[in-house]
């Protein structure tokens, strides 16, 4: 199937894996941001040119199309891929992907886009942030992709928990 360990994926100034998602992982996707990974995803986007995204980036490729993996660079190796059982949840796909790969929780992206997350000084918030979460709230992070304003709230809470239960 092509499936390659996270060392061998790893770039010099970044330990972590990158994956393409397929136009049916979308969902997979975001809770892979939020599980700290760089994951691209585009809706409607077909089987050949992601091949030759994941080919050109070198990224891993997440799908659960059969018939995506008879390609002759994805059963070479050339592209590295991973066939997600079809039948998953989101979080089950999720545990299953950071299983067969070995793949430890990491500081969270931003679930919209996959940007990396900055901690922002919470009074330079004060306009933006909803009175509520600045009253409650502690820190604030900033997307450095889509610049979206982020707060360890109630949601950021569910998460987190989601995430820990996954967990093998």
């Known amino acids: 199937m092509g499936i390659i360990t996270t060392q061998a994926m790893a770039e010099p100034n970044n330990n972590l894996p990158k994956f393409n ?10 809770w892979l941001r939020a599980a700290g990974y760089d994951a691209e995803f585009e809706y ?14 070198g990224r891993i490729l997440l799908s659960c199309d059969g018939p995506m993996f008879e390609r002759n660079v994805i059963t070479s190796g050339r ?12 979080l089950q796909q999720l545990r299953f992907v950071m299983s067969e790969l070995d793949l430890p929780l990491a500081r969270p992206r931003c679930m919209a886009c996959g940007g990396e997350l900055d901690e922002v000084p919470k009074h330079t918030v004060a306009d933006e942030a909803p009175p509520l979460a600045f009253r409650n709230c502690r820190k604030f992070f900033r997307c450095r992709r889509c610049a979206k304003l982020l707060w360890h709230g109630t949601h950021w809470q569910k998460i987190t928990r ?6 093998p």
């Not at 592209?79 to 989101?90: E, M, W, Y």
Request: charged fraction near 30%; include cysteine.
């Open 21 to 30: 998602c397929d136009a049916m992982m979308g969902g997979l996707a975001r």
């Open 44 to 57: 409607g986007i077909d089987d050949r040119p992601l091949v030759a995204r994941a080919l050109a980036t």
């Open 79 to 90: 592209v590295h891929a991973l066939l997600i059982p079809r039948q998953l949840t989101k």
């Open 162 to 167: 989601r995430l820990d239960e996954i967990r």
